[in-house]
């Protein structure tokens, strides 16, 4: 397991913008798949985006294509979510996550991953 920490999270108004930072211990970073969820209050924790491994194929949730982008830097351990256009719905507390798998139906999901963040919150006023 890997240990992760994440940041960037804030308050921003709609339309806005923020990046979130996720800090991973561990010298074989390349080879965990890396993914962001989110929970709002009363809601199940929802997939946003994945990284896979070494970054060059990623996912997104129809609800977050198109404004959000993920991407990591290996070589400093972290990975990033870069989110534009936000939207109060995107509201939440966001977690990063970590596995070694790597098959699309196992990362889509957070039962798919071993390695959690403590979350960061975003909100997004209207």
């Known amino acids: 397991q890997v240990q992760l920490v994440e940041s960037g999270g804030g308050l921003v108004q709609a339309g806005g913008s923020l990046r979130l930072s996720c800090a991973a211990s561990?010298?074989?970073?390349?080879?965990?798949?890396v993914g962001w969820f989110r929970q709002a209050p009363g809601k199940e924790r929802e997939f946003v985006a994945t990284s896979i491994r070494s970054g060059g194929i990623t996912h997104y949730a129809d609800s977050v294509k198109g404004r959000f982008t993920i991407s990591r830097d290996n070589a400093k351990n972290t990975v990033y979510l870069q989110m534009n256009s936000l939207k109060p719905e995107d509201t939440a507390v966001y977690y990063c996550a970590a596995t070694r798998n790597y098959y699309t139906t196992l990362v889509l999901a957070y039962r798919g991953y071993d390695s959690w963040g403590q979350g960061t919150q975003v909100t997004v006023s209207s």
């Open positions: 561990g010298r074989t970073f390349s080879a965990y798949t």
